[in-house]
């Protein structure tokens, strides 16, 4: 009985300790947290240093969308494109300076990364409201989930806790970047590398339901895609003749066109029906349909089940915002997102 009892108090003793440690430790008893290398990302990271962080970035964020629909996307990629190199690290947002040279003037970015004054202002209001505590990582993570949910998206809980990185990598933008021409076996293999899998792919790929792209990311379906001078017969030729309309054999390179011409500005899943029909825009959207098994059962369940979409979506996003951070007291936070602390 004793033994016991002794037992029960070295249990509850244990217990008290890790109720003690769990004081200094948001994280211990949360299962919305991530582990990552050399640290922890979860949500309630800025409630008692910054606890209207998110509003913030939700108020000014919603003022640029109502104003220009497009900024949604915009800002949305941005996310995709920061973290797809060297992590998510907010390294896009570095213009060039010193020894830094911008990842802004890489292929994939030159002419079309936009937003950076919309994510400039709202560093500015977290600045004055908290100084030096939410990092521009942080505010991109939640401005990419705002944008989505703007535009009647899917919400999920974003795990907050990176810090900005001292350092830009033009060529690993250059390098790591999916391209609209890419082959599905390439564009699936630069997600595998960041830990993405097929799932993630097709799911993400269904950002495109808002947003535009320029003709020059989709001249070769029209005009030359193997090189032979014939056009892609994977492309609806309807649809093609009205894209030669505005997107010429030569000229017209920055004209705009909708992603998803059926429901431009609202986050759904017409993307998928829009593949289905063979009137995806670019490359890499249709090849998702027609270049392997899975990603084609994919498109349809999702063209089929916007729900599944949306949860599938919100959860890919949540990997995707955890590729290789920096946490503990690796990089820094940055004053203004366009350059590091001096």
Not at 143 to 160: D, F
Not at 263 to 278: E, Q, R, V
Not at 331 to 336: A, D, T, V
């Amino acid at each position: 009985m004793r033994q016991k009892r002794e037992t029960i108090m070295s249990q509850l003793s244990s217990f008290l300790l890790v109720l003690a440690l769990c004081a200094f430790a948001p994280l211990c008893f949360s299962s919305k947290s991530s582990k990552t290398k050399g640290g922890y990302l979860y949500p309630q990271f800025y409630d008692h240093s910054c606890p209207k962080a998110q509003e913030i970035v939700r108020s000014v964020l919603a003022k640029a969308v109502a104003k220009e629909a497009r900024m949604a996307a915009s800002i949305l990629r941005l996310h995709f494109h920061d973290c797809f190199v060297q992590g998510c690290d907010a390294s896009l947002l570095l213009d060039s300076s010193g020894s830094i040279v911008s990842e802004k003037g890489s292929n994939p970015n030159r002419n079309s990364v936009r937003g950076f004054e919309v994510l400039d202002e709202i560093k500015s209001a977290l600045e004055k409201e908290c100084p030096r505590t939410v990092s521009c990582a942080d505010l991109l993570a939640i401005a990419a989930r705002e944008s989505t949910v703007l535009r009647g998206g899917p919400s999920w809980e974003v795990l907050l806790g990176r810090r900005d990185s001292r350092s830009a990598s033009l060529s690993g933008s250059n390098n790591n970047i999916p391209a609209p021409n890419n082959t599905f076996q390439t564009i699936l293999t630069k997600f595998k590398r960041q830990g993405l899998d097929i799932v993630d792919l097709v799911a993400l790929s269904g950002s495109h339901t808002i947003g535009n792209a320029r003709c020059t990311s989709f001249r070769q379906r029209l005009y030359n895609q193997s090189g032979n001078g014939q056009p892609d017969y994977t492309l609806d030729q309807s649809y093609a003749a009205q894209l030669k309309t505005r997107c010429p054999k030569s000229g017209g390179d920055q004209n705009l066109f909708f992603l998803d011409y059926v429901s431009p500005t609202k986050f759904d899943n017409y993307y998928y029906n829009n593949i289905l029909a063979s009137k995806g825009l670019l490359n890499s959207d249709q090849v998702l349909l027609t270049k392997n098994e899975g990603s084609k059962e994919l498109v349809k369940q999702y063209a089929e089940n916007s729900q599944l979409f949306f949860e599938q979506f919100a959860k890919s996003m949540v990997k995707m915002g955890n590729i290789s951070p920096l946490t503990g007291s690796r990089g820094e936070i940055r004053k203004n997102c366009r350059k590091i602390n001096s």
